[in-house]
């Protein structure tokens, strides 16, 4: 429990020096936001009048103060480009992210931890060598290229899928369901193959310890010496790798969001910065730091269920 | 030798093929254990003794080990079963202590769990099930406060505890023969000994044999009834403790036993054995210790000796003997 509440407090503590920096970069950054919403035709009363109501007259604390406040309201300001609050745009992209990233984690998990094992197990014969080198080639692939070759291949040649226009919830849910198989699996592919590689890495040099041979010496059949003693053990580094893995996930695929025309966070952050949207790229910075946050706190917390060595110092 | 066998090893060799090159790493070894007795395998580092207790297990780490010869445990020959018969005796029938065992139990299971894992896999018991049997076995091994013990992690036990828990999962299926390799090497002192001694009274009140392996000939002669001396892969001299310490035959035996430290030589150099342990897998034409012995003749050096035997329960691998004469066959 002091566990939990040490790494809780030291969450929080990041996450308030996280806000000052995003807060203290934009102040830092060039281009006035007034003249990004009025251009450069505009009388000086507008200009002042804008000022105001954007609070940009006050002290650099107090704004910062407001922000925060807002943030605990629940009011996020309002973005430049839409005209429309923050929150509100927020509300509607991140399901949507949420559903991507939630579909290409179940690919990875179930890709990752199926192929790591196999791979794991034969590790220094041909099959795991293998799998390894299919891993390296889809790592060294970048992502735009396998997204239009997933493209090519299942929606113009094969038209299993159907991609280009988003299908929204509202209309048809196993359609909203459908459009994000081929962009998860295309998140999915080179996410598992560094996974796979790091898992049956992990399983390898677990293999060779001695409780391995202790489980053997009781009898146990290699499926079980695998699974309750090798695979168990394999798992706690790849952890952290998962979690890193989910953090960049959240924070939008900002490459698979664009080419599989995807209204999530990572298109609304391109959006965002070509607008010089502020208030909006603000409250994006903020939120991709605290996913990223309450990702290796919960790892951390996973850490302590699955290993009973991990104590705080 | 007129009670029957439970282990009787025959002609074993251990072989390892590396790239072209095949290594003998145990050659022609044989030796039997009755029930209830403790029979103390002794040798230097590399002197094959490891990997005769695992290939009796049939746990070789590498699959370029070869086994040859009978391991007939119980009237069985393990060595021709396959490897999923092979697996119903370990933990069962046969179960192995591991030298270190700080590294032997699998740090993110309850020691309890890890003592019940043997009953779940040969008698698919469940934890509830097996609970009893593992508290006893834990009492068997001398664990203070099994119930409390049985929640504990590896990490939070000490050195000695952790091998009284492998004791315990060796127990926990009583089985026929217990095979220890070197299971007080890493401990202090004050706990070998306490191991030591549970050992010796489980074998006896549970008529259990166990297969003594150590490179402590203070620890052998304390512990086993038997004795079986290895040098390079080849046994030199084998037979009842009594026996052999107190008439060693064979030269490696001999200068084993100067070696050790005695009270009344102090101040006088120690009588160590010249040279080094020839590496694993090293060719020999005649005896492996003719190089370092010093009553080294010319037959020794092309000629593996033959066994002698000096009385019915003590026999030696010497030439010394067939000089004069008088040359005896097993």
């Known amino acids: 429990m002091k566990y939990i509440f040490t790494k809780l407090l030291m969450s929080v503590g990041v996450l308030i020096v996280i806000s000052i920096l995003v807060f203290a970069t934009f102040q830092i950054l060039p281009g006035d936001p007034v003249n990004v919403i009025l251009g450069t035709n505009s009388t000086p009363e507008r200009v002042e009048q804008l000022t105001k109501q954007l609070s940009l007259d006050k002290p650099l604390y107090e704004r910062y103060l407001l922000l925060i406040q807002g943030i605990f309201r629940g009011d996020l300001g309002v973005s430049i480009k839409y005209q429309m609050p923050v929150s509100q745009i927020l509300s509607s992209r991140l399901p949507v992210t949420i559903t991507l990233a939630v579909m290409s984690l179940i690919f990875i998990v179930s890709i990752s931890y199926l192929m790591g094992l196999i791979a794991g197990k034969n590790y220094d014969n041909i099959v795991g060598k293998c799998i390894v080198g299919i891993c390296n080639f889809f790592t060294a692939v970048p992502s735009y290229f396998l997204c239009i070759l997933m493209i090519i291949i299942f929606s113009l040649i094969l038209k299993v899928f159907q991609t280009g226009s988003f299908i929204a919830y509202s209309d048809s849910p196993l359609g909203y369901f459908t459009y994000f198989i081929l962009p998860a699996f295309s998140i999915a592919i080179p996410n598992s193959a560094m996974l796979i590689k790091f898992l049956s890495g992990s399983i390898y040099d677990q293999s060779k310890q001695e409780y391995i041979r202790t489980a053997r010496s009781k009898g146990a059949s290699e499926m079980r010496v695998l699974i309750h003693h090798n695979v168990k053990n394999a798992l706690i580094p790849a952890v952290t790798m998962l979690g890193m893995i989910i953090a960049d996930i959240l924070c939008g695929s900002i490459v698979v969001e664009q080419i599989f025309n995807i209204p999530g966070i990572g298109r609304l952050l391109i959006t965002s910065i070509g607008a010089r949207d502020f208030p909006m790229l603000q409250i994006l910075s903020m939120f991709i730091a605290a996913v990223v946050v309450i990702i290796n706190f919960t790892v951390d917390i996973i850490f302590k269920l699955i290993d009973p060595r991990v104590r705080i110092e | ?330």
């Open chain 2, 1 to 330: 030798m007129k009670n029957k066998f439970l282990l009787s090893v025959s002609g074993l060799n251990i072989t390892l093929e590396k790239g072209s090159k095949t290594l003998t790493i145990v050659r022609d070894l044989s030796f039997s254990i009755r029930q209830g007795d403790i029979l103390g395998l002794i040798g230097e580092s590399g002197s094959g003794k490891s990997l005769t207790a695992l290939s009796i297990m049939g746990l070789l780490p590498n699959k370029n080990f070869r086994v040859t010869g009978d391991i007939v445990f119980n009237g069985v020959n393990l060595n021709q079963l396959n490897k999923k018969n092979r697996r119903k005796y370990l933990g069962n029938e046969i179960s192995m202590i591991f030298q270190e065992p700080m590294t032997s139990l699998n740090p993110l299971v309850q020691v309890g769990k890890q003592i019940s894992e043997p009953l779940k896999i040969h008698q698919s018991l469940n934890d509830k099930q097996a609970y009893s049997s593992v508290i006893k076995a834990m009492g068997l091994a001398e664990l203070p406060n099994p119930e409390a013990i049985y929640n504990y992690y590896p990490h939070q036990l000490s050195g000695g505890l952790r091998q009284r828990v492998m004791i315990a999962m060796a127990l926990v299926c009583t089985p026929k023969l217990l095979i220890a390799d070197e299971p007080t090497t890493a401990l202090d002192v004050v706990v070998q000994k306490e191991i030591l001694t549970s050992i010796k009274k489980i074998s006896k009140e549970l008529n259990i044999s166990v297969l003594f392996i150590s490179h402590d000939l203070r620890v052998i002669k304390s512990i086993c009834n038997d004795i079986a001396v290895l040098y390079a892969g080849s046994l030199m001299e084998y037979g009842k403790c009594t026996h052999v310490f107190s008439k060693p035959q064979n030269e490696y035996t001999k200068a084993l036993l100067l070696s050790i430290p005695k009270p009344e030589q102090k101040g006088k150099l120690l009588d160590a054995i010249p040279g080094i342990v020839p590496p694993t897998g090293h060719i020999f034409s005649g005896c492996p210790f003719s190089p370092r012995c010093k009553q080294v003749k010319d037959i020794c050096k092309y000629k593996m000796p033959d066994f002698h035997s000096e009385n019915e329960n003590h026999f030696y691998a010497c030439h010394k003997e067939e000089e004069s004469g008088e040359r005896k066959n097993t």
